[in-house]
């Protein structure tokens, strides 16, 4: 398992994992390239009456603690069986918590803070730049996504640093989508969106370009207001195609949208299906709120002819 996929988890899989792997996720961040652990205490010395290997204390050599512990950000800490490590509970704080990893070493990052400076970009503990993020914070081991509050592990300038913060439309309001890019809820009239055609699948029997291909060379066209305004790529000799690079635009409700999906052939360009948004009158129209509020839409005739999967997704 690489490290990408252990630690760049939403939030419905890392509540999933188990403590220990998401522990090991954690390590991971802190490891450099040589695979030894960087930025934390030197594991082999003593601060105070803190033993090497203890709970709350430095790690060992090679992220060795004692029976029971963990090495996570570089201190020894029993999991206690919970899905996110480190978490601590701060009653006078609003978002639900605080991070802590303090010891004998004298170290508190809890809430942005180190010694007495408090709320600075770069001091652990911060969402700056953070909001959204289902990682944790690598500095303070604290959260900055809408659910951190109900986990009690936001970092303490959550509130403060991510207002509107949200993860997924579900977040938003009704009348609002969440931005993939900045993680803020916005009027859904407001943002820019991005369309691509995640799948076209092909049921009927034609054999297209004559007997012997019974491929097709699909390419699909989306027509905006009644202008073409994007044309994808061609995909090759398939009955089941899917592309990456997006329509991107504002989506009024007031205009109408349609995709129209083509074979390319030598001899002409040949028609294979054209697909809209049917208004109570069964007439082309705009993209309903609904299916910008879905992020996409199937589009399944139910007669064994083709299958359409559209992704739309606010920027």
């Known amino acids: 398992m690489s490290p990408a996929f252990r630690c760049s988890l939403d939030p419905a899989r890392r509540l999933a994992l188990p403590a220990l792997l998401l522990a090991a996720c954690f390590s991971e961040q802190f490891r450099g390239d040589d695979g030894v652990a960087t930025g934390g205490v030197d594991s082999g010395t003593t601060s105070g ?11 060992l050599d090679g992220g060795v603690c004692d029976a029971g512990l963990i090495c996570a950000s570089q201190l020894c800490v029993d999991l206690g069986g919970t899905s996110r490590p480190m978490a601590g509970t701060d009653d006078g704080a609003e978002g639900g ?12 990052t809890s809430a942005g803070e180190v010694g007495s400076d408090t709320g600075t970009i770069d001091t652990p503990g ?26 009690g592990d936001c970092c303490g300038d959550y509130m403060l640093a991510c207002p509107g ?20 809820c916005l009027a859904i009239g407001e943002a820019t969106y991005d369309l691509v055609v995640d799948q076209w699948v092909d049921h009927t029997p034609i054999c297209w370009d004559g007997a012997i291909n019974c491929y097709a060379d699909p390419y699909y066209q989306v027509l905006y207001g009644g202008d073409i305004v994007f044309t994808s790529e061609t995909v090759a000799n398939t009955t089941n195609a899917s592309w990456t690079v997006p329509w991107s635009s504002k989506i009024s ?21 054209t697909e809209c948004f049917l ?10 709120a609904a299916v910008l509020r879905d992020g996409g839409f199937l589009w399944d005739p139910g007669d064994s002819t083709y299958t359409v999967s559209v992704r739309i997704t606010a920027q």
């Not at 690598?138 to 900055?144: K, S």
């Not at 913060?165 to 803020?184: F, I, K, L, R």
């Not at 208004?279 to 309903?288: A, F, K, M, Q, R």
Request: net charge negative; hydrophobic share 30%; proline share 8%.
């Open 49 to 59: 009456a803190c033993t090497p290997g203890a709970e709350t204390c430095p790690c």
């Open 97 to 108: 918590g605080t991070a802590k990893t303090t010891g004998d070493t004298g170290l508190d």
């Open 126 to 151: 911060s969402c700056v730049g953070q909001c959204g993020n289902p990682v944790p914070d690598p500095a303070g081991m604290c959260y900055c996504d809408p659910i951190c509050a109900n986990m």
């Open 165 to 184: 913060v949200c993860s997924s439309n579900d977040d938003c309001a009704d009348g609002e989508v969440c931005s993939a890019s900045t993680h803020e």
């Open 253 to 273: 409700d007031a205009t109408v949208l349609t995709l129209a999906f083509w074979d390319e052939d030598s001899l002409g360009d040949e028609a294979i299906v």
């Open 279 to 288: 208004d109570e009158g069964e007439i082309c129209g705009p993209v309903p």
